[in-house]
C-alpha cells in the first residue's frame, strides 16, 4: 500500500496532544534551497502535503519523498487524508521530470510513493519501473527507494517494480491484523501485504525490504508483537513504528498516545527478532531520516563491496 498522506496532519487535531508531540518549525539553510526548487520544480511532495512534522530534518539532509501518479486515490483508507476517486490519466513524462528534478535538488536519497492506482491495468507498477530507471540514470549516488501499494497482490506487477532494482523497497503493512478491516480500504489485507512483502524479499534481485506500523489504533502490545513476528517471518529488514494522528474529524480517532518510553520498549522488542534496523518514537514515519541514513550506509557497504566508489 502505498501511503503518501499516511503521514498525519500533526496541526489537525492540536488539542489534549501530548508535548512530545509538538512539531519542531522548518528552518535552515538547506531546507530552503530544497523548498524553493522544490516550488519551482512543481514537484509533489509528501513532506508538505501531509505536513509532515520532519520535513525540516529531512530536507536539510538531503532526503525527500516525492508522489507519482497524482493526488486521487482509488482506495479509502480510513487513516489517510488523500482525495478519493477517478484519478486523472498518467503524465507519461512524469518519471523523466522527476529525474531531472531529484538531480537538480541534489538529494541523497528520494524516497518515490504513490496513491493507489487500481484503475491502471498494471496499478501503475511501470511508471514506478520507468521512475526508478531515470533516477538512477540521472543520479547514479541518489539511493532510490519506493514506498508501493499491494498492486492488489499481483506477482507480475511486483516483478516490473523489483526488477528496475530500486535500492530499497517499502510496503507499509499499517496495523495489525485485527485492526486491519476498520482501518484499511476492505481491498488491503494483513495477509496480502505480507505476501508482497515476502514476495519481493523472495525475488532474484535481493532488494532490502521496509515496512511501517502506526499505533495508538487501538492494538494490543500482544498484537504488536505478532505483526513485527509476521514482518519478520517475510523477510522485512526495516521497520518504523509512529504514533497514529487523526487528520481530521472524519478520520478514525486516535485511541492513544504511546509514550516515548513505549516506543523505546517496542523498538528493543523488534530489535530481538531480527530486523536489521527498527526507527521507533512518536513522531516517527514511514519515511524517516534516521532509518533512511541507515540504509544508505548499508548502500554504501554493498558498493563497496563491489569495489564501486563512494563518493
Ligand atoms: S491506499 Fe489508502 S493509505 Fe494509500 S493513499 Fe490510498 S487511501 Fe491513502
Redesign the pocket.
Known amino acids: 500500500?502505498?501511503?503518501?498522506?499516511?503521514l498525519p496532519n500533526p496541526t489537525a487535531t492540536s488539542t489534549g496532544k501530548p508535548d512530545w508531540l509538538k512539531v519542531r518549525l522548518p528552518r535552515g539553510e538547506a531546507y530552503e534551497r530544497v523548498k524553493h526548487l522544490v516550488k519551482e520544480l512543481k514537484l509533489a511532495t509528501v513532506c508538505e502535503e501531509a505536513r509532515c512534522p520532519n520535513v525540516a530534518e529531512c530536507w536539510g539532509g538531503g532526503t525527500a519523498t516525492v508522489m507519482l501518479m497524482g493526488e486521487v486515490?482509488t482506495?479509502?483508507?480510513r487513516f489517510?487524508h488523500?482525495k478519493?476517486g477517478a484519478p486523472p490519466p498518467l503524465d507519461p513524462q512524469e518519471p523523466e521530470n522527476l529525474a531531472k528534478a531529484v538531480k537538480e535538488l541534489g538529494l541523497e536519497y528520494i524516497v518515490v510513493t504513490s496513491?493507489?492506482r487500481d484503475d491502471r491495468p498494471d496499478g501503475g507498477a511501470s511508471h514506478f519501473a520507468h521512475a526508478i530507471r531515470a533516477l538512477k540514470r540521472e543520479s547514479p549516488k541518489t539511493t532510490v527507494e519506493v514506498l508501493i501499494?499491494d498492486f492488489q497482490g499481483v506477482e507480475a506487477s511486483l516483478a516490473i517494480v523489483a526488477e528496475a532494482r530500486p535500492h530499497v523497497v517499502a510496503h507499509n503493512i499499517e496495523t495489525v491484523e485485527r485492526l486491519t478491516p476498520s482501518v484499511?480500504?476492505r481491498r488491503?489485507s494483513y495477509r496480502q501485504s505480507l505476501d508482497v512483502l515476502r514476495s519481493l524479499k523472495d525475488r532474484p534481485e535481493r532488494l532490502y525490504t521496509k515496512s511501517s506500523v502506526m499505533v495508538g489504533l487501538g492494538e494490543t502490545e500482544d498484537e504488536l508483537l505478532e505483526t513485527f513476528k509476521d514482518l519478520r517471518s517475510a523477510g522485512v529488514d526495516v521497520l518504523t513504528l509512529g504514533q497514529y494522528l487523526q487528520p481530521s474529524q472524519y478520520h478514525l480517532r486516535v485511541e492513544r498516545f504511546v509514550t516515548p518510553a513505549e516506543f523505546a520498549r517496542y523498538q528493543q522488542l523488534a530489535m530481538t527478532l531480527g530486523f536489521l534496523y527498527v526507527a521507533s518514537g512518536p513522531l516517527v514515519r514511514s519515511s524517516y531520516r534516521a532509518a533512511e541514513f541507515f540504509m544508505k550506509g548499508l548502500m554504501e557497504q554493498d558498493r563497496t563491496a563491489r569495489g564501486e566508489s563512494v563518493a
Open positions: 500500500m502505498a501511503t503518501p498522506n499516511r486515490c482506495r479509502a483508507c489517510c488523500v478519493v496513491v493507489n501499494p484499511r480500504d488491503a
